[in-house]
């Protein structure tokens, strides 16, 4: 074999450092966008907002509108409001024991205006019954016991472990027996809100009847029926409960109103959650007949080259400054990357708003139906560019704030050989049965027979499908007396 030299001319693509910023700023949140852009503000000294730019922490200030969830309409607070709402119930409460005595808007130093006054931390679930607990006329040991018991509550306000196997977890030195727990338990329950420390929902809601007023109407057909028959009740076998109380409709639906009224997790006062706010990327407004897609320029940071040090590097080319080029270098990209990251989801959004204008005009039930090829195609970009740019991206629209990726759904055929989009045909589940007879409530068989009058030919099975996405209970648990 003769060993040679040969010269080969190909082509291949390479993904440059530029690039793949580029890519992984697209597939970002506005608010990661942020975080990522501070994180780089800080490494690169070349890098700086320009005056009035959002900070990370703002809270979107579009005309006073903070979106909330997609999908659901937006909750109008003032900015200053809805940072108040998003940091305060993140914070423990002893991090503001520092702030104890100082007023605001009562101090003559002009500053004090600058602060917002701190929501108000609700008091812990824990910390409700242990301020109880110090009032009770108990032993130091009794009390311990039910402290014990406090700390093994869940959110819900329920003891999910069993007596014996609270005290099969304590050192055997303390000589806790199942019986002491039991009379701690016993006074747990006394505590207020009223059902706290059941270890089940049916005692849960018994302590609540027990709680009542002997004379309360229907209270001792409720007890028989939390005690005994909830299952019935839950299945709503109201033959079965008449038969049980051998009373008629009026009745029964008498105890069934008392037993709703009752609270099934009386600890989800105390439970703080967590208060998500999204930022809209895109706002879309009707001028002159036309719904035209705009850039939130509250969401949009603002970057520019610091000019300080570009002229330093401009004067001292000569000089040993790779690092500083190799940062201006990074700065222009930045900014650059960023900009084409809006331009790409206006391209998108304005896409997504030309082929879903009768939902801007009708609502849920004129979506049409619209996958990410369509508008990959129309724009000439990757499939898998319209996915990144469609996830975490949100439309602030006159009907609500929804996720792009919200505006795409797959077709079911009609009679008439064109196509309705799974969107509208889950908000026409939802108007027949919000107008259903409570008392012969709608099967999905008769959905979809009713669906194929209109002419959108659906199965069965697929109803029950969009109908579980919608969160509606099943014929027989829709029934009412």
């Known amino acids: 074999m003769k060993h040679s030299l040969q ?8 993904l440059t450092p530029q690039l793949q910023q580029s890519i992984r700023l697209l597939q970002l949140s506005t608010l990661e966008l942020n975080q990522e852009i501070e994180r780089l503000l800080q490494d690169n000294p070349l890098l700086e907002r320009e005056d009035g730019a959002l900070e990370p922490s703002g ?9 909330t969830v997609a999908g659901e309409p937006a909750v ?57 607990l110090a009032l009770l006329h108990l032993s130091e040991r009794d009390k311990q016991l039910v402290s014990l018991l406090i700390d093994s ?11 014996e196997e609270i005290a099969a977890m304590l050192p055997a030195e303390l000589e806790v027996a199942p019986e002491e727990l039991s009379i701690a338990l016993q006074h747990l329950q006394h505590l207020e809100p009223t059902g706290i420390g059941a270890r089940s929902l049916a005692e849960c809601l018994t302590l ?73 990327d895109v706002i879309v407004r009707k001028i002159k007949g036309v719904w035209l897609a705009a850039l939130n320029p509250d969401a949009m940071p603002k970057l520019k080259v610091n000019r300080l040090y570009a002229d330093i590097l401009q004067r001292n080319r000569g000089g040993n400054s790779q690092q500083i080029t190799a940062q201006l270098q990074e700065a222009k990209w930045l900014i650059k990357n960023v900009q084409q990251r809006f331009d ?19 609502g849920e039930v004129a979506m049409r139906p619209l996958v990410l090829r369509e508008i990959a195609d129309t724009l000439g970009l990757h499939e898998s560019t319209v996915s990144r740019v469609t996830t975490q991206k949100f439309m602030h629209t006159p009907r609500g704030i929804f996720e792009l990726k919200y505006f795409f759904g797959s077709h079911v055929a009609t009679e008439a050989g064109g196509s309705a989009s799974s969107t509208a045909i889950r908000a026409l589940i939802k108007q027949l049965v919000s107008a259903e007879n409570t008392r012969a409530p709608l099967s999905d068989g008769q959905i979809s027979e009713l669906l194929g009058q209109q002419g959108i030919v659906v199965a069965r099975r697929t109803i029950a499908k969009y109908r579980e996405s919608l969160q509606i209970l099943p014929v027989n648990l829709r029934k009412t007396l």
């Open 7 to 14: 010269l080969r001319l190909s082509q291949h693509l390479t």
């Open 59 to 67: 809270a979107p200030a579009q005309d006073g509108v903070t979106p």
């Open 76 to 132: 109008t607070t003032a900015p200053a409001e809805a940072e108040a709402e998003s940091a305060a119930p993140g914070e423990d409460a002893g991090a503001f024991d520092a702030m104890d005595g100082v007023s605001y808007g009562s101090s003559a130093d002009a500053e004090d205006d600058d602060f917002p006054p701190l929501a108000e931390q609700p008091a812990s679930l824990r910390a409700h019954l242990t301020a109880q």
């Open 153 to 163: 509550l869940d959110d819900g306000g329920y003891l999910p472990q069993s007596l």
């Open 208 to 280: 609540q009847l027990m709680a009542l007023p002997a004379d309360t109407p229907y209270r001792s057909e409720a007890l028989e029926i939390v005690r005994h028959h909830l299952d019935a009740l839950a299945g709503r076998d109201f033959a079965r409960l008449k038969r049980v109380l051998k009373c008629e409709d009026t009745c029964l639906r008498s105890v069934q109103k008392l037993i709703i009224s009752l609270n099934p997790r009386p600890g989800r006062d105390f439970s703080v959650e967590e208060t998500r706010f999204v930022i809209a």
């Open 344 to 362: 790409t989801i206006l391209r998108v959004s304005q896409a997504i708003v030309d082929r879903q204008r009768n939902f801007l005009e009708h």
